[in-house]
């Protein structure tokens, strides 16, 4: 498996403009619902095959009893999205985690047309005053590809 900064030289120039564009779409999204409510569901962002790109959210009816844990709705938004893969062209999943060191913004892409599947974790610390989110450097390790085989 190439190193994360090396899969950039091997990939055709669209699908790293895909990575980095559902990146950028992914992280800003979270930090919004962060500055909101300083948590959110996990939801996906997504590539179309005509290039538009989406959000995905979980469930829209929430379900009668205890709400579900983030685990379980993430879970339910990659198998609904894994039926629909071939629409997409690219699919990054977006979730709030905590490390040893805090909170943090993680975002785990994949792109059917290659490249290598993609973990991205940035640390994130919303301030206690105002309705504004720290986020520092995301750093970036090989993911494990689940919706398309590696071409």
Known sequence: MPEPADWRVDAPPPVVDDLDALARAAFEAAER???RRRDFAPFAVVVAGDGRQG?????AEPAPGPEPVPQVLLERLVASVREDRERYRAVG???LVFTRTGDAVRVELEHRDGAPALVLLRPCRPSRLRRRVWTGPAAETPGTRAFWERS
Do not use: C
Not at 55 to 59: E, Q, T, V
């Open 93 to 95: 999943f977006v979730a």
């Open 55 to 59: 959000l995905l959210a979980g469930d």
């Open 33 to 35: 619902r962060l500055e």
